[in-house]
DNA sequence: CTGTATCCTTCACGATACTG
DNA sequence: CAGTATCGTGAAGGATACAG
């Protein structure tokens, strides 16, 4: 898997504080932002929180409505509501966030194609950390 | 940028707690892990200590040995000492670390060539807290 | 069902100073 | 030059309970 000649802007100032690579890694540094993104993708089309939790795992109704909250701010998911009792809240994608998930989709599937490496390195890591 | 079918072991469990992507972000959640290894591809076969801490702003003395020490742990980082005064130190990827590289090799030409999106979700963000 | 408000704990990170 | 030790802090995340 050999990768193609490096884009100029990538050449310039790979290592800078406000370098995009940083930013794109910063965004994606939050603990469920990556897993919300790709969930809200593969489910496809709006989804209701209800399903988002249940879809994921581990997260918790509070972090999964602040995490939705910054990804509206930041433009790449829509809300809508609509009002009755009990409410029907749908969550979905912009156009914006269908773009920003294409880097965490390429993760996703490189993990998923590369299981065994990480295999191999949690290995190394438990084997270093028992023989201090 | 369409992309090809998902493999078999990415549909399977996609969300599971232990499944390979979310341990693949786990392990670039550090904030120096992937601007380590990132650079310790772009310089090259081996790398002095002070050029690493040169080569990224921001970067401590502190946080690049401990980093330094956990990819070393993971396997993915060799480090070569010759006894001298003033020592010589070097790191340098190990096979396993090069092939580790690669998904972060991605996310840095994505970043980099869709710099301008960066620039709206940021645009986005600003104006969202503003107007509370 | 969806969302908010508190409280609390942890730990990742940074600043600083010191050793060989 | 490379590395360690120590202390302090903020922010992220989890548990719980409540509200519309």
């Known amino acids: 898997m050999s990768l193609a000649p490096l884009p100029d802007a990538y050449r310039q100032a790979p290592f800078d504080e406000g370098c995009a690579p940083r930013r794109l890694l910063r965004l994606f540094g939050g603990k469920w932002v990556t897993m919300i993104l790709h969930t809200l993708h593969l489910l496809g089309g709006a989804s209701r929180p209800g ?9 918790s109704k509070k972090m999964m409505t602040q995490t939705l909250r910054d990804l509206e701010e930041m433009g790449l998911v829509a809300r809508d509501v609509r009002q009755a009792m009990p409410p029907v809240v749908e969550y979905r994608l912009t156009v914006l966030g269908r773009k920003m998930v294409e880097p965490v989709e390429m993760l996703y599937r490189w993990g998923a194609e590369h299981a065994a490496m990480l295999d191999r390195v ?7 950390r028992k023989a201090e």
Do not use: E, H, V
Not at 51 to 59: C, E, K, T, V
């Open 122 to 128: 949690d290995a190394n890591l438990a084997r270093a």
């Open 51 to 59: 399903a988002l939790l249940r879809s994921i795992p581990g997260l």
